[in-house]
């Protein structure tokens, strides 16, 4: 069997991540960027798993090889929820990074520590010939009242994970790898990619 496994995400910073925490699976991770002919895959689910599962479904059946899609949001409690599946177009067309987290800042502006409690959320779904996986990270926090932090991408410089004084952009790599969202997520579906390619 090939030891192949596509990526499903053209976000560099979500490729960085996820290659980091599949590298001790003896795996040659692929990205999107290899299969141009893909294209822009539309995130058309109303959830969080509708959207994994669109994108790992169209990697898989356009190249015929194992895929691992992420979908990814900020839930705010004070938002209901917000911004959630739209969390990497919170801020509207063209929306940046930096965009983003101004926006949620704007909005959350005077809101007590108390109401400021969010939750990251990840949900991976793994597609093979003949079964799909789904499985959910999750890391409680809270939102900060200014940007902190150069490292990390998205709203990591907003985002105090619960129990920790440092943001996730104030966290170097490997240490937010212990903690994240996606790590925890990548964690459960781990058994899942090891017994796939045992062979």
């Known amino acids: 069997m090939e030891r192949k496994l596509v990526l499903a995400t053209q976000n560099r910073d979500k490729v960085r ?13 692929l990205t999107l960027d290899a299969f141009p002919q893909i294209g822009e895959i539309e995130e058309t ?10 994108k790992a479904h169209t990697v898989f059946r356009s190249v015929g090889l194992p895929a691992l899609a992420d979908d990814s949001g900020l839930e705010v409690h004070y938002l209901g929820g917000a911004p959630g599946v739209l969390s990497s177009r919170f801020s509207g067309p063209g929306a940046t990074y930096e965009a983003n987290c101004r926006k949620l800042l704007e909005v959350m502006l005077g809101v007590p520590a108390r109401r400021r409690k969010a939750r990251f959320r990840c949900v991976l779904a793994f597609v093979t010939p003949d079964a799909e ?4 990270g999750m890391v409680t926090g809270t939102i900060t009242e200014e940007p902190r ?4 991408f998205g709203y990591d410089p907003v985002f105090l994970p619960e129990g920790s004084q440092h943001t996730f952009a104030e966290m170097l790599t490997e240490e937010k790898n212990r903690i994240s969202h996606r790590a925890r997520a990548l964690l459960k579906i781990r058994p899942v990619l090891g017994q796939y390619f045992k062979h």
């Open 133 to 136: 996986e789904l499985v959910e």
């Open 45 to 54: 689910g109303e959830t969080l798993e509708e959207n994994a599962l669109i």
């Open 17 to 29: 991540e996820l290659s980091a925490l599949t590298s001790d699976l003896n795996l040659e991770a």
């Open 149 to 152: 932090g150069s490292h990390g």
